[in-house]
């Protein structure tokens, strides 16, 4: 039985942070054009003060030519212009910790965009020249280089090589180079060994770091290594093939130690992170990274969160796992025996910008989640979905360590699986040949107010660059803070108990207690403050412990008897 007490000595902010995931392109759209934007932001920081947050990561903010969404950065150092201008990128930052709350934005280091400066001069520039080297430029296989260099594939599907060749046929009829690109060939992958890139990147953190962040969320950080051979993965263990629970991820999974996979949680990897570690050290005010690492084995992303490596990791075995109290157990218990190995705080995340949102998934028959089988159009009992996302919610405040939020969390939206073909955006449903709609579902702008689209979102008659379904009217952040029993009173609630209450944040103690079959309960803290969290996941109603006070509950509690799929706290004071 894990307990995690020993760690609380480390208190430091990110240990126990709730941290709020801005989607900036659907959160809030100041402009009027349709996408969310930094004005959009600005103006919603009361709403983010009020709901209880302690910072916000935002997704990528750079120009980009938008190949994934932003995830193919072409300026690591300004701001897309869509979503506005340094300036008020650092006014922002200023803004928000003016109300408390902290600024964490991701960098995307294992690729940049094709647009990038770095790679049209390496376009421009021979085979074998330096220019070429900052990437992962290769002849080609076959007689006229035509096959690529070799059989891995793209995280979007598709190979993970685009020819340049053709159009460097030459007089000499040299049949030109490929570049590696584990995503889009819009993202093509930077060479970590090159020294350049390093430099980079380091000067890259000083930027932003001289402009007040306080941290960083490390995109697709187990990918950056790549083996020098670029060896075929042949027979290599597949990421997903021997972990059913996390094959997902757009960065997937699975080194085997006796077989290193060659662009998978490479050791060579963690000297990456022990420099960036050092450049955030040199930084007043603990400047966090946060690493987005997709790995089925709890103890290989905890090789991530040595004391002098990343400060955290989402938790995306808790994310993918089932709606069921003994699968959950095993996730925590693995969670908190990794992370207590390396002194590191566990952290706990049940929706982000690349999965299918949590209210759907739990109400359908399989609550798992694979990136590989998303289950778009499969039956979801939304009612249901939504009764154990309250409880979900529940349970991860209540466990010891950080959380995450995505945005539209606190609204209990669900994932939107009709979007109309044609507006789809996302490269997965393109790169997969039409049979994977990708992630722009859960990507819909959000509702804010009123009767119709927008919902606030944007001004009055303008277009969101996703349509919101009429429905959300119901979900509106303004409906709901008007009603003490919506999704957003609960957020509100649970985080203002959580920061308040010494149990939760200020001890990272945590006891399982006896429990019937398909409940977990466990207590956190000791003595007079100690809270005893009860979730119930059986098809029956059980006991609460007699003598406790309710604190909080997902739903209605009388008669000392917790309902099925419901959660509560319990204090006995
Ligand atoms: C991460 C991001 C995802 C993106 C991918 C490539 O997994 O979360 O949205 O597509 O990296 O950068």
Redesign the pocket.
């Given at each position: 039985m894990p307990n995690t007490g020993q760690r609380a000595a480390a208190h430091d902010w990110w240990r126990t942070a709730a941290i709020y995931e801005v989607y900036v392109r659907s959160f809030a759209d100041g402009s009027g054009d349709g996408i969310g934007d930094l004005t959009g932001v600005r103006a919603r920081l009361p709403y983010l003060a009020e709901l209880g947050i302690d910072a916000i990561w935002f997704t990528p903010w750079y120009p980009s030519p938008m190949a994934?969404?932003g995830?193919d950065v072409a300026d690591y150092r300004a701001i897309e212009p869509l979503f506005g201008s340094l300036a008020e990128a650092e006014k922002l930052i200023a803004e928000a910790h003016e109300l408390g709350i902290r600024i964490i934005i991701d960098i995307?280091p294992?690729?940049g965009s094709d647009q990038q400066p770095w790679f049209t001069e390496a376009l421009a520039a021979p085979a074998g020249s330096a220019e070429r080297a900052r990437y992962h430029f290769q002849p080609g296989r076959g007689a006229g280089g035509e096959l690529p260099p070799n059989d891995w594939t793209s995280?979007f599907g598709g190979p993970a090589w685009t020819w340049v060749g053709p159009a460097e046929h030459g007089p000499d009829g040299a049949p030109g180079e490929w570049y590696l690109h584990l995503?889009t060939p819009g993202?093509p992958d930077f060479n970590w060994a090159h020294p350049d890139v390093r430099d980079e990147f380091a000067s890259v953190l000083r930027f932003w770091f001289d402009r007040g962040v306080d941290g960083f969320r490390v995109?697709?950080a187990a990918l950056l290594a790549k083996d020098p051979a670029l060896a075929d993965l042949g027979a290599t263990p597949t990421p997903g093939s021997s972990a059913p629970v996390n094959s997902g991820?757009?960065?997937p999974v699975l080194a085997d130690p006796a077989s290193p996979h060659p662009f998978i949680d490479r050791d060579e990897v963690h000297g990456i992170y022990q420099e960036w570690r050092r450049i955030a050290d040199s930084y007043p005010g603990h400047r966090v990274l946060i690493g987005?690492v997709w790995l089925p084995d709890a103890e290989r992303l905890a090789r991530y969160l040595r004391p002098d490596e990343l400060h955290s990791a989402f938790n995306f075995d808790f994310l993918c796992c089932a709606w069921d109290a003994d699968a959950l157990r095993g996730v925590i218990d693995t969670t908190l025996d990794a992370h207590d190995g390396v002194g590191a705080a566990p952290t706990w995340v049940l929706s982000?910008?690349?999965v299918v949102r949590h209210v759907t998934r739990y109400g359908r028959a399989d609550t798992a989640f694979s990136m590989t089988d998303r289950q778009i159009g499969e039956p979801s009992d939304l009612a249901l979905g939504t009764r154990r996302a309250r409880a979900a919610a529940l349970l991860t405040f209540s466990l010891p360590g950080g959380v995450y939020l995505y945005q539209g969390d606190e609204l209990g939206l669900p994932e939107v699986e009709d979007l109309p073909e044609e507006l789809l955006q996302d490269p997965m449903w393109e790169r997969s040949g039409h049979t994977n709609r990708g992630?722009d579902g859960c990507r819909v702008p959000l509702p804010w107010s009123g009767d119709a689209a927008p919902f606030g979102y944007g001004p009055d008659g303008s277009t969101p660059w996703l349509p919101q379904p009429a429905e959300w009217k119901n979900l509106t952040a303004e409906t709901q803070g008007g009603d003490p029993g919506s999704m957003l009173a609960l957020y509100r609630r649970a985080l203002r108990l959580r920061r308040a209450e010494p149990a939760l944040t200020g001890s990272e103690q945590m006891t399982w207690l006896p429990s019937p079959a398909g409940v977990l309960m466990f207590r956190r803290g000791d003595g007079p403050d100690a809270i005893t969290v009860v979730i119930n996941l059986s098809a029956e109603p059980v006991d609460l412990p007699a003598g406790d006070q309710v604190l909080l509950s997902s739903a209605p509690v009388s008669g000392g008897l917790l309902p099925p799929d419901t959660g509560a706290w319990l204090t006995g004071r």
């Open positions: 994934d969404a995830y995307v294992n690729h995280m995503f993202q995109d697709s991820g757009t960065g987005e982000n910008h690349d992630r």
